[in-house]
């Protein structure tokens, strides 16, 4: 009977770290776009059990590959419209700022 929980410990353990570094590969192939990296990545989390993936997650890049694009998006539509004419805002009656336009 403790023969058999130690082995089932162990089978959990060996999957967990199976899962470790599936997870880490996937990541990376999510963040970096160079396949070295994400191998080396992969390889860390297989030769250092649960310690690699910790690793991975201190030295990682703090976005995925998506978000950097759709940040450099946003921003070059932000660019494209601040080069056109600003909006602006309606000045609001009784507000300072209306006081100090007035004052003007």
């Known amino acids: ?10 089978v959990a353990a060996v999957l967990a770290w199976l899962g470790t570094i599936a997870a880490v590969a996937r990541d990376a192939r999510a963040r970096v776009r160079n396949r070295s990296t994400t191998r080396a990545a992969a390889a860390t989390a297989f030769v250092l059990p649960f310690v690699g993936a910790l690793v991975w997650v201190c ?9 950097r694009r759709e940040r450099r998006l946003r921003a070059a ?8 004419p600003l909006l602006v805002a309606p000045v609001v009656p009784g507000s300072e700022q209306a006081s100090a336009q007035a004052a003007a």
Not at 1 to 10: D, E, F, G, K, Y
Not at 59 to 67: F, H, N, Q, S
């Open 1 to 10: 009977m403790l023969a058999t929980v130690s082995h089932l410990v162990l």
């Open 77 to 84: 539509v932000l660019q494209q419209q601040l080069g056109q």
């Open 59 to 67: 030295v990682r890049p703090t976005e995925t590959r998506l978000e």
